[in-house]
């Protein structure tokens, strides 16, 4: 393995596309460290560990810590992707995006610069809305509040998010590509030498023992090597393409198959149990402390066993919604009759269309049970066995799914240049003059 890392640098353009994104992850790090102008950062740390649980918790992990810390990147990249996926959802009803989404690279050209337009609008917006929260939050937090302080922290904020959702496609055209999802990735992984500092100061104190860190790396490893095998799973439809002759030329008569992921609809299922289930949580902080708030919070607390049935149920609705959203059997099977494709034993059209959407319907409930059950597994943790981290849900999907789509664009550079990558095994062949 350490060879096969080592031909990465043996590459000049691999090797520039990697220092380049490093590059990138450092200048988002060192942004990560600028407080808002006007903003006592102890006070607000003590004051963010109350909303824990809350939306405003969950945003955090998206911006990467930078939102308890009120930095120039409190927004994180959270309004670009609230942005495309809004502008996804539209493309399902409007016929306007629809047709962009069939235009090619022009049709992909006007969504993008709409999705910019749209991370303006919605980070002035939260950034107005956050400012206002700091303001709110506790006394001390803000130095001078005022509408001074709201003008600067929203122009601040804005700009931070352009700066980021700029980095990121950078580092998508001159990096190693998937730009956005590596700076959240980043933002996530920034978090654990903290639990691991963590982890060892209760290792020393006698809190836990050995044994019990060990059957937690354990589990860790096997949690995370179960993730990465459902996130590749697939069920291959065979599909024939009729052959053609045209003139002295034969065409088609290839075999070939539609990949459908167990998975297709990524962690956003679980981005969008999470808002729902939280929306209640964060409201109540709103209100005095009486006592059928109490009562409520109560039951929707992360851990407990009403909160677990609901964020599954949730994850699992949603699974199939955005499932249905980015795979239409319809399209696939218009498709493949205009280019003469069939699948052996189903007639085009209308059959072929029913036999993927059963096919989907069937493969999309297993897939989406097991992140139901990754998401509620770091509540079960802390509460149950005081792990004193947070492992699992949404940020390990992310990770873990990144990580394998950066690992699969590394490996396509080094095929093509006859290297042996990261998952074949053989000698390295260099380029032949």
């Not at 942004?31 to 560990?49: E, K």
């Not at 059957?215 to 052959?243: C, E, M």
């Not at 493949?336 to 319907?361: L, V």
């Not at 949404?394 to 664009?409: A, R, W």
Request: proline content about 5%; hydrophobic content about 45%.
């Amino acid at each position: 393995m350490l060879e096969k890392l080592l031909n990465i640098f043996k590459i000049p353009d691999l090797r520039r596309k990697l220092l380049f994104t490093l590059c990138m992850f450092v200048v988002y790090r060192i942004g990560g460290h600028i407080t808002l102008p006007g903003i006592d950062a102890n006070m607000l740390l003590q004051q963010f560990q109350q909303l824990k649980g809350t939306l405003l918790g969950l945003y955090d992990i998206f911006s990467g810590g930078n939102l308890s810390r009120a930095t120039i990147f409190a927004l994180g990249i959270m309004p670009y992707i609230s942005t495309s996926i809004i502008l996804q959802l539209l493309g399902a009803v409007i016929p306007y995006y629809q047709r962009l989404q069939k235009e090619g690279e022009e049709g992909r050209r006007k969504i993008t610069q709409h999705t910019r337009y749209g991370t303006v609008i919605l980070a002035t917006i939260q950034g107005f809305g956050i400012s206002i929260f700091l303001e709110n939050l506790g006394p001390g937090v803000v130095v001078n509040p005022g509408i001074s302080f709201r003008l600067i922290s929203v122009l601040t904020m804005v700009s931070g998010t352009i700066f980021i959702m700029w980095l990121g496609e950078q580092i998508t055209e001159k990096g190693i590509g998937n730009g956005i999802s590596l700076i959240i990735m980043i933002g996530i992984v920034a978090r654990y030498p903290n639990d691991a500092i963590t982890s060892w100061r209760l290792l020393k104190s006698g809190i836990h023992g050995p044994f019990f860190y060990i059957v937690l790396l354990i589990f860790v490893v096997l949690i995370t090597a179960a993730v990465v095998f459902i996130t590749q799973g697939q069920r291959r439809i065979p599909v024939q393409y009729a052959r053609r002759v045209v003139g002295r030329k034969i065409y088609g008569g290839q075999s070939t198959f539609i990949p459908l992921n167990v998975n297709s609809a990524g962690v956003i299922p679980i981005i969008f149990a999470q808002s729902v289930i939280m929306l209640p949580t964060t409201l109540v902080q709103f209100f005095p402390k009486t006592g059928w708030v109490e009562n409520i919070m109560a039951y929707i607390q992360p851990g407990y066993w009403l909160y677990n049935i609901m964020y599954g149920v949730l994850i699992v609705v949603f699974a199939y919604f955005y499932t249905a959203i980015v795979i239409n059997p319809t399209d696939l099977a218009d498709n493949m009759k205009k280019y003469g494709g069939f699948i052996p034993g189903k007639r085009p059209g209308a059959k072929t269309s029913e036999y993927i959407d059963r096919i989907i319907t069937r493969i999309t409930l297993p897939g989406a049970i097991f992140f139901a059950i990754v998401a509620i597994l770091p509540m079960y943790l802390i509460v149950h066995f005081k792990v004193p981290f947070y492992f699992g849900g949404t940020s390990l999907l992310i990770t873990v799914g990144v990580l394998l789509d950066t690992v699969q664009q590394i490996e396509a550079q080094l095929m093509m240049r006859h290297y042996e990558g990261f998952l074949k095994k053989g000698k390295i062949r260099g380029r032949r003059r």
